[in-house]
């Protein structure tokens, strides 16, 4: 630098800063503590569900409180009491049994059953097996 002039100190202070915090490091347990240390003004709040798993059951609760209100009775149309005797009157007619029934219009034997006892639901397709292969007219008028 010889040759630019007298040669001058600086002697203004230089003032090195870290970066400010983060929010998240605002918050660490750390940070806050040494806050408490120093004598600063630490506002903390809770959340209501903090740390627990209340969120996703508290939804449900709402519902659950929809299904108890909830006064209709769903169920599932059964076989008629008529249609279950005529069935059985008419396979017993053809001196058939259950199972010979149900291999006839390839159904199980448990289909047979559970139309014979009122448990299934009507399938229409099944009813029209069955009046085919008994010769009988099992719906509506005779």
């Not at 918050?27 to 969120?55: H, L, P, Q, Y």
């Amino acid at each position: 630098m010889a040759g630019n002039g007298p040669i001058s100190q600086d002697w203004e202070p230089v003032v090195l800063r870290k970066k400010a915090p983060t929010a998240a490091a605002k918050k660490d347990e750390k940070a806050v503590n040494a806050a408490r240390r120093s004598g600063a003004d630490i506002e903390t709040t809770r959340k209501s569900n903090a740390g627990t798993n209340k969120a996703a059951s508290s939804s449900t609760s709402l519902n659950t409180r929809k299904l108890d209100e909830e006064t209709e009775n769903l169920s599932h149309e059964r076989v008629p009491t008529e249609l279950k005797k005529n069935i059985m009157q008419a396979r017993l007619d053809k001196k058939l049994t259950q199972a010979q029934l149900a291999q006839l219009i390839n159904e199980k034997p448990q289909v047979i059953q559970e139309y014979e006892s009122g448990k299934a639901i009507p399938n229409q397709q099944i009813v029209t097996k069955l009046e085919r292969v008994l010769g009988v007219k099992l719906r509506g008028k005779k």
